[in-house]
């Protein structure tokens, strides 16, 4: 099933916006206008909010039980100052905003509001969206130098495209790191999907019964990631654009002892199969390119178009979103 997709932006007619100092309560707004209510002529992805208490800085979404699966999504802060993160974790289950009312969840995440980052944009459908936020300063280079690590964020919260039928486990709140597993107590430049690099961590998947067992995935690509200066397009020929498969971290073919709750070998696990499925509308290119190219840069690959991700590090840009339908 093919499920539409809606690009937000900062730039849109009556779009909410953030300060070159964002507060946290200026995140929430915009995630509740893209997921839940909509604004100027842009209908909601028709998620909800089932829980929410603004005066203490926490909110959570749920996306489409219709289309997905039914999981959720709590965004907290501390505080409401300027620059001040933002928490973000997923549940399979909740039953209220506080930590012992959230029920197998994912890895806690970290949103950083630093300075001059005030341009954002949602891209996603009732399954599952990508939030990300650029720096004004630097809004208009699409490969973004070492000596910049940091400057932009990007995540994702949703059902990933699962090869299980009826996956009720297939909800994260995800913030791709190069190694590192666990809680995020702090923001690195190696997290995030404009991060993206061969291989990496994407977070805790529970079994597709929903059951309580859980396992880190990771995602790998299927081209190799360019640690250099991007070259035009058409000096290199034409890409071949792949998806990014997700699978348990570690697996081998020939492992033993790495079993699902059942006692099944991983490897003939339905449970918690090695291989879960793919990080969803999300294609890698086989080249790097647009070097000179303003930001956003925008694509028709096989018929659609595809929003080319930054790269914060030294590394080209080659990963693009689907901004038209995502395979659920």
């Known amino acids: 099933m093919a499920l539409p997709v809606t690009v937000y932006r900062w730039d849109d007619a009556g779009a909410p916006q953030l300060t070159t100092e964002g507060k ?20 909601p992805l028709g998620w909800t909010a089932p829980y929410e208490d603004l005066a203490n800085l926490k909110i959570a979404f749920r996306n489409s039980t219709a289309d997905g699966s039914g999981g959720y999504v709590r965004f907290s802060a501390a505080n409401d100052n300027n620059n001040s993160n933002v928490e973000y974790q997923s549940a ?47 809004a208009t280079a699409v490969y973004v130098y070492q000596q910049y690590h940091g400057v932009d964020n990007c995540f994702f919260c949703g ?29 690195q430049y190696t997290q995030g999907f404009h991060y993206m690099n061969y291989y990496g961590v994407f977070g805790k998947i529970y079994e597709s019964s929903g059951g309580n067992e859980s396992k880190d995935h990771s995602y ?14 058409s000096s290199q020929g034409h ?25 099944t070998p991983i490897r003939d696990s339905l449970l918690m199969p090695p291989y879960r499925g793919f990080i969803p509308g999300v294609l890698q290119a086989s ?26 590090g030294n590394i080209a840009p080659q990963f693009w979103i689907d901004m038209e339908s995502w395979d659920a």
């Open 24 to 43: 946290p309560s200026q995140f929430f707004e915009i995630l509740k206008k893209c997921l839940v209510e909509g604004y100027g002529n842009k209908q």
């Open 287 to 312: 080249n790097s390119n647009h070097p000179d190219d303003d930001w956003p840069v925008v694509k028709t690959i096989n018929g659609k178009q595809h929003w080319l991700l930054k790269n914060t």
């Open 159 to 187: 059902d990933i495209e699962s090869v299980v039928s009826n996956d009720l486990g297939k909800f994260v709140a995800t913030n791709p790191d190069t190694s590192d597993t666990g809680d995020q107590s702090s923001t």
């Open 92 to 138: 399979l289950t909740m039953t209220g905003l506080q930590d012992s009312e959230m029920y197998r969840t994912g890895y806690k995440c970290l949103l950083n509001s630093d300075s001059d980052r005030n341009q954002w944009v949602l891209i996603g459908t009732s399954t599952g969206f990508y939030f990300m936020v650029t720096s004004s300063i630097l």
């Open 220 to 233: 790998f690509t299927l081209w190799s990631v360019a640690n250099i200066n991007p070259v035009k397009e």
């Open 239 to 263: 890409a071949i654009y792949s998806k990014l498969p997700i699978v348990v971290s570690g697996y081998t073919q020939n492992q033993t002892g790495l079993n699902d709750s059942e006692g």
